[in-house]
């Protein structure tokens, strides 16, 4: 019999990431539908929640991360929209462990198969990180699909200092997984966060370091191209402080990419970000969605 491929290194790990996203989701305070969809790259698991009759909303979680903890970035738009936010393939979560390709068009596919699923023409979609970079995917091969989209310090744009990347994220990394020690994580977690990252956000990422075999591949950098047929309002949040997309250079990228690229927001962040600022960023999202998504 062929040995299962599985993105974890033990069952236990796996097991303890999963009690993390059942507890992390009831810190939400909204009641979610737990929908498994095939796709023809797997069983893909999808949180739904919203008035039935709200507008079509799909966020898109983090890379290397679990969903619960990405979509409470989102909290303002649960309760307007109605909201599908699927666990990625080849993600900690309860999908496939499956890995799809982020340079072709897997994930745009796979985003259609769930967009058909739940009857959805066309929506409006929003993406931190590495969901951001599957946006672009789904841009770049079926534009139709969106009304508008939020990258939210998205991957596919451009990309940070590798040797930055190495230093300050790599090397701890590995020290933290040889030793287990906390002052490694905590390192980690300030350069992510420019030290506003949650304990219980640390404490996920540090077992998702030690339990899971990482997706080390970034979405590919979109090129102008590919967006050429792309028509949906964009809107573009970047961090300053990001040591994996830096802000600045990307908002300026996205200006020359995204034909229509409709809002920018550049805060003094790291990759996470505070609560405070987070509410920022909800009122900006929302305000965008109320213009744009008609």
Not at 229 to 250: N, S
């Amino acid at each position: 019999m062929a040995k299962q491929h599985t993105i974890y290194k033990s069952k236990e790990g796996k097991q303890k990431l999963l009690s993390y996203y059942d507890n992390y989701l009831k810190t939400l305070e909204v009641d979610f539908e737990k929908v498994f969809v095939e796709t023809r790259f797997g069983k893909t698991h999808v949180l739904v929640t919203g008035p039935k009759e709200g507008k079509p909303l799909f966020i898109l979680q983090g890379g290397n991360c679990i969903n619960p903890m990405t979509l409470s970035w989102f909290s303002s738009l649960l309760k307007e929209y109605r909201v599908y936010s699927p666990d990625t393939i080849g993600h900690p979560g309860y999908s496939s462990e499956k890995r799809l390709s982020a340079s072709d068009d897997s994930y745009a596919m796979w985003i259609v198969d769930l967009m058909n699923h739940f009857q959805v023409e066309k929506a409006a979609f929003a993406g931190p990180s590495y969901g951001g970079g599957i946006i672009l995917r789904l841009a770049t091969y079926f534009p139709d699909r969106i009304s508008c989209s939020i990258l939210y310090a998205p991957a596919g744009i451009i990309l940070g200092s590798k040797v930055e990347m190495i230093k300050k994220i790599l090397v701890p990394l590995l020290l933290y997984r040889g030793s287990g020690s906390n002052k490694h994580l905590q390192n980690i977690a300030d350069c992510m966060s420019d030290y506003t990252m949650k304990d219980i956000d640390a404490e996920i990422i540090g077992e998702i370091f030690q339990s899971t075999k990482l997706e080390q591949e970034m979405p590919k950098l979109t090129t102008i191209q590919e967006l050429h047929d792309y028509k949906a309002p964009t809107m573009v949040i970047g961090g300053k402080k990001d040591i994996f997309f830096p802000g600045e250079k990307l908002i300026q990228t996205a200006g020359k990419l995204i034909p229509t690229l409709a809002a920018c927001h550049l805060y003094d962040m790291g990759h996470f970000t505070s609560e405070e600022t987070l509410k920022m960023i909800n009122d900006q999202m929302k305000s965008f969605l109320q213009t744009y998504y008609n």
